[in-house]
């Protein structure tokens, strides 16, 4: 009997041939006129930054399960070459990449202190060579583009003489011209760079120019000033991603260290831009990101996709202040939202987990997105292993739909109750199941030396209308519970919220029936959301994959608001169900009433909990003739 995986793991991804122990980095791909991919990544024989660090090129005839290569773009012995960044030419098949490299082959770069650094990958000449065989091999000549400097060059270490940069914006074209990103760098020093701004390089002639050194190129925005943080921001703007959108606008994405992602718009070809901090709609709630990657795609149907880490706020950027490094961590999970344009703008989703890792201390980034044959592709790397992932198709489709499904989700409905009183309490699916072997997907029983680290595990989702008389901490709502503690419990707490808790026992050994000890954990949702007297839609979403805790009120995912980092919760890795008592009490100390109620039985993606929210508290599940039952595949 086959095992279920869960995809979103990311050892279910396609492995590239990456040697062990090396440093792998953007593994952007495109996609050549017969099917193939060529991948382009930045790779070495130590860490990020160590000697040795070169681009290479790989070739994939079928979706990324095999690779011819690697293949030098610059050998390991010459000076630094990083960040490899490949534009294809749709008329002549012509591969470009381009690289931050070290032409000058210096050893040491002076910091904003005056002392030096050894690590010398973000400097030098934006270089680029090119292939006509799809990667496997490059041109003799390496070319260079013009660099026009800007205040924040005049202002480094070196009066401009020495021009601080790198990319990670996936070359575009647009209107007939190619398009590079870029962010410049004002300096090194806390935190590595201390300043950053976004650049773009335009060439109008690329594209039909057959000699690289006839090349035409233009810096971009005009004037003396990159693409910074809005007004009050502060000084990093980095790692910009710009993009064409349906209507001839420019969109781009980019980094900050204010806890907040941004994004800017361009009318004009790039020449200016409209900055903003991001929001998932106009004038609304901003995209909470720390200082990592956040890209944006328009997909072949005119939608949009967004990775990013969901997570930051006021309370990173305070912690940045301590200690300018913080916000280089937590990259696991990461998330996406799905975005659809409407008058100008990019209108985005409420956030998906996409990928994870149960190693905590993963940091999983610099994803490229690629489609083919009508189906969609991620890549990701965690700096020594980079991999391809397939992405459900439904999982987009949701996001893209998220507003305009209305109807109550009946995949995975185990109970649906209305009002107070005692419900008989179905079973609950098991939470944890990893280690080194299948598992039993019938039973979730594991033989000796455990269960595989992708088997798809247990999930459930607790999802309630209920309106509050009054706030008064410690309402009971829901309780499960047994007489030894074990079930689920959802509470007022002393803050205004609703938390979850889930009280059982550990496994030993994943999947085992031996018992580790009792645990208990609890996540509630965002402070002030909550209102006496107002009618309320809340989910609890408790997802076995990840072991993450999700809450969404009205319809919207909590993100900890401004006093939280995180609006989401892991709980305990080794707790091995929730189940409790035969039958469950629902609202038996609670001021206000529970108009319905609905337990799942397996984890609700982020746009059904919403799909439930929009369909009102009057709606019921019916189970009509070719509606989908059971546990989503």
């Given at each position: 009997m086959s095992t279920p995986i869960d995809a979103r793991h990311l050892a279910a991804g396609l492995r590239l041939p990456i040697p062990a122990g090396h440093?792998?980095?953007?593994?952007?791909?495109?996609?050549?006129?017969?099917?193939?991919?060529?991948?382009?990544?930045?790779?070495?024989?130590?860490?990020?930054?160590?000697?040795?660090?070169?681009?290479?090129?790989?070739?994939?005839?079928?979706?990324?399960?095999?690779?011819?290569?690697p293949f030098d773009i610059e050998p390991a012995d010459g000076p630094e070459a990083s960040w490899a960044l490949p534009l294809r030419v749709?008329?002549?098949?012509?591969?470009?990449?381009?690289?931050?490299?070290?032409?000058?082959?210096?050893?040491?770069?002076?910091?904003?202190?005056?002392?030096?650094?050894?690590?010398?990958?973000?400097?030098?000449?934006?270089?680029?060579?090119?292939?006509?065989?799809?990667?496997?091999?490059?041109?003799?000549?390496?070319?260079?583009?013009?660099?026009r400097p800007f205040e924040i060059d005049r202002r480094n270490a070196y009066g401009g003489e020495v021009l601080f940069f790198w990319g990670v914006g996936k070359p575009f074209i647009h209107?007939?011209?190619?398009?590079?990103?870029?962010?410049?760098?004002?300096?090194?020093?806390?935190?590595?760079?201390?300043?950053?701004?976004?650049?773009?390089?335009?060439?109008?002639?690329?594209?039909?120019?057959?000699?690289?050194?006839?090349?035409?190129?233009?810096?971009?925005?005009?004037?003396?000033?990159?693409i910074r943080t809005p007004d009050g921001g502060g000084p990093i703007a980095g790692e910009l991603k710009a993009l064409p959108m349906n209507d001839g606008a420019l969109y781009a994405t980019?980094?900050?260290?204010?806890?907040?992602?941004?994004?800017?718009?361009?009318?004009?070809?790039?020449?200016?831009?409209?900055?903003?901090?991001?929001?998932?709609?106009?004038?609304?709630?901003?995209?909470?990101?720390?200082?990592?990657?956040?890209?944006a795609w328009r997909c072949s149907n005119g939608n949009y996709v967004y990775w990013f880490e969901f997570h930051g706020g006021e309370p990173l950027a305070r912690a940045g202040v301590q200690d300018p490094g913080v916000g280089y961590s937590h990259r696991n999970p990461a998330w996406l939202l799905g975005g659809v344009e409407r008058d100008g703008r990019i209108h985005w989703s409420q956030p998906e987990i996409i990928l994870f890792d149960d190693d905590l201390g993963v940091r999983f980034s610099y994803p490229d997105f690629i489609e083919q044959d009508g189906r969609t592709f991620i890549t990701e790397t965690q700096k020594e292993i980079a991999r391809v992932h397939e992405i459900d198709p439904t999982l987009l489709e949701g996001m893209w739909r998220q507003g305009e499904d209305r109807e109550v989700v009946?995949?995975?409905?185990?109970?649906?109750?209305?009002?107070?009183?005692?419900?008989?309490?179905?079973?609950?699916?098991?939470?944890?199941?990893?280690?080194?072997?299948?598992?039993?997907?019938?039973?979730?029983?594991?033989?000796?030396?455990?269960?595989?680290?992708?088997?798809?595990?247990?999930?459930?989702?607790?999802?309630?209308?209920?309106?509050?008389?009054?706030?008064?901490?410690?309402?009971?709502?829901?309780?499960?519970?047994?007489?030894?503690?074990?079930?689920?419990?959802a509470q007022v707490t002393d803050r205004g919220t609703l938390s979850?808790?889930?009280?059982?026992?550990?496994?030993?050994?994943?999947?085992?029936?031996?018992?580790?000890?009792?645990?208990?954990?609890?996540?509630?949702?965002?402070?002030?959301?909550?209102?006496?007297?107002?009618?309320?839609?809340?989910?609890?979403?408790?997802?076995?994959?990840?072991?993450?805790?999700?809450?969404?009120?009205?319809?919207v995912l909590c993100d900890g608001g401004p006093t939280r980092q995180y609006g989401w919760g892991r709980f305990h890795p080794d707790l091995k169900e929730a189940n409790g008592?035969?039958?469950?009490?629902?609202?038996?100390?609670?001021?206000?009433?529970?108009?319905?109620?609905?337990?799942?039985?397996?984890?609700?993606?982020?746009?059904?909990?919403?799909?439930n929210f929009h369909a009102g508290p009057g709606a019921a599940f019916r189970n009509t003739p070719g509606k989908p039952g059971g546990e989503r595949g």
């Open positions: 440093y792998a980095d953007q593994p952007y791909v495109v996609t050549n006129e017969d099917g193939s991919w060529t991948c382009v990544v930045t790779t070495g024989r130590g860490r990020e930054g160590q000697p040795g660090q070169h681009v290479v090129s790989l070739i994939s005839a079928d979706l990324g399960r095999s690779w011819e290569g749709p008329e002549t098949g012509r591969i470009y990449v381009f690289y931050t490299y070290n032409a000058a082959n210096r050893r040491e770069v002076q910091c904003v202190d005056g002392s030096t650094i050894a690590r010398v990958d973000s400097f030098g000449a934006f270089a680029y060579r090119f292939s006509d065989d799809r990667g496997r091999t490059w041109s003799d000549r390496r070319y260079e583009i013009p660099m209107d007939g011209a190619a398009y590079l990103c870029a962010s410049k760098v004002g300096g090194f020093g806390p935190g590595f760079f201390v300043e950053n701004e976004g650049v773009l390089f335009r060439s109008p002639n690329l594209l039909t120019e057959h000699d690289p050194s006839n090349h035409e190129w233009e810096t971009l925005p005009e004037g003396d000033i990159g980019y980094r900050t260290i204010d806890g907040y992602a941004c994004h800017a718009y361009s009318r004009d070809g790039g020449r200016t831009w409209e900055r903003d901090w991001m929001r998932f709609t106009p004038g609304g709630r901003k995209v909470k990101n720390p200082r990592a990657a956040n890209f009946g995949d995975g409905l185990l109970v649906e109750h209305t009002g107070g009183g005692t419900l008989v309490m179905p079973e609950l699916p098991r939470l944890h199941a990893r280690g080194r072997g299948p598992v039993d997907p019938a039973t979730g029983q594991a033989p000796v030396g455990g269960a595989e680290p992708t088997a798809r595990r247990g999930g459930f989702a607790l999802d309630l209308w209920l309106t509050f008389r009054d706030l008064a901490p410690w309402q009971i709502v829901f309780d499960s519970r047994d007489e030894e503690g074990r079930g689920i419990l979850l808790s889930l009280y059982g026992r550990t496994c030993v050994e994943p999947g085992s029936r031996w018992s580790g000890g009792l645990t208990w954990s609890t996540w509630d949702c965002d402070p002030g959301l909550l209102e006496a007297g107002r009618r309320h839609h809340v989910v609890f979403i408790v997802d076995g994959g990840p072991k993450i805790i999700t809450v969404l009120v009205d319809g008592a035969a039958e469950a009490r629902v609202a038996p100390s609670m001021n206000g009433v529970v108009e319905r109620l609905r337990i799942y039985g397996r984890y609700l993606r982020t746009s059904e909990a919403v799909a």
